[in-house]
């Protein structure tokens, strides 16, 4: 596995909206100047980060990437990662679901570079349904986010152990992970 997280945003939330909101960029790239939370971005933009072996990535420039992978690497990285998002975003839309961003990891084998870990997951992607999308303020969704909410909420310093979670919280993101899935797929899941 290669030792960053290639990460692909087609709209502002989470750390990339903070970032923006500090500097008016993500990862290095600059932005549009006023931008509200949640809008979607002109086009699709990589924003790599370090893998941390404990606690949180960190966003680098792409060019911090390269200079890890190295500049051939890293343009086919950037090149796999926003034709991978693209088309998942494209077809998510005709299920009502936008794709705000993910995160894939990919690896180096014989054969060549492979997608490792998780791909266009909940726990990897932020969902959003389509039909209650309103920029300018955090979204509902289909994705770990209702964690992490409730994390903020307890006040965790996100420092291990992690806390443990409510039954009702578990239980609220598994429906949300099932409702993406069946909308994705159009089938249920038995569970």
Same mark, same amino acid.
């Given at each position: 596995?290669?030792?960053?997280?290639?990460?692909?945003?087609?709209?502002?939330?989470?750390?990339?909206?903070?970032?923006?909101?500090?500097?008016?960029?993500?990862?290095?790239?600059?932005?549009?100047?006023?931008?509200?939370?949640?809008?979607?971005?002109?086009?699709?933009?990589?924003?790599?980060?370090?893998?941390?072996?404990?606690?949180?990535?960190?966003?680098?420039?792409?060019?911090?990437?390269?200079?890890?992978?190295?500049?051939?690497?890293?343009?086919?990285?950037?090149?796999?990662?926003?034709?991978?998002?693209?088309?998942?975003?494209?077809?998510?839309?005709?299920?009502?679901?936008?794709? /705000?961003?993910?995160?894939?990891?990919? !690896?180096? =084998?014989?054969?060549?570079?492979?997608?490792?870990? *998780?791909? &266009? $997951?909940?726990?990897?992607?932020?969902?959003?349904?389509?039909?209650?999308?309103?920029?300018?303020?955090?979204?509902?969704?289909?994705?770990?986010?209702?964690?992490?909410?409730?994390?903020?909420?307890?006040?965790?310093?996100?420092?291990?152990?992690?806390? /443990?979670?409510?039954?009702?919280?578990? !239980?609220? =993101?598994?429906?949300?992970?099932?409702?993406?899935? *069946?909308? &994705? $797929?159009?089938?249920?899941?038995?569970?």
């Amino acid at each position: 596995m290669f030792p960053v997280e290639c990460v692909v945003r087609g709209y502002l939330s989470g750390s990339g909206w903070k970032e923006y909101q500090s500097n008016g960029k993500v990862c290095g790239i600059a932005l549009p100047k006023g931008l509200k939370e949640s809008d979607k971005l002109p086009e699709p933009i990589f924003t790599p980060a370090t893998k941390a072996t404990t606690g949180h990535d960190i966003n680098i420039s792409f060019e911090e990437m390269c200079k890890i992978v190295g500049a051939e690497l890293g343009t086919k990285l950037r090149d796999i990662s926003l034709k991978l998002y693209t088309q998942a975003a494209d077809y998510a839309l005709t299920k009502g679901i936008i794709i /705000a961003d993910t995160k894939f990891e990919l !690896g180096q =084998t014989a054969k060549g570079v492979t997608l490792g870990d *998780e791909v &266009l $997951t909940p726990d990897s992607s932020r969902f959003w349904p389509v039909d209650k999308y309103q920029p300018g303020k955090a979204q509902e969704s289909f994705d770990k986010q209702y964690v992490r909410d409730y994390l903020e909420q307890i006040r965790w310093n996100k420092q291990p152990p992690a806390p /443990a979670l409510p039954p009702e919280v578990a !239980g609220k =993101t598994s429906e949300k992970y099932l409702e993406a899935y *069946e909308r &994705l $797929t159009g089938h249920k899941l038995n569970v």
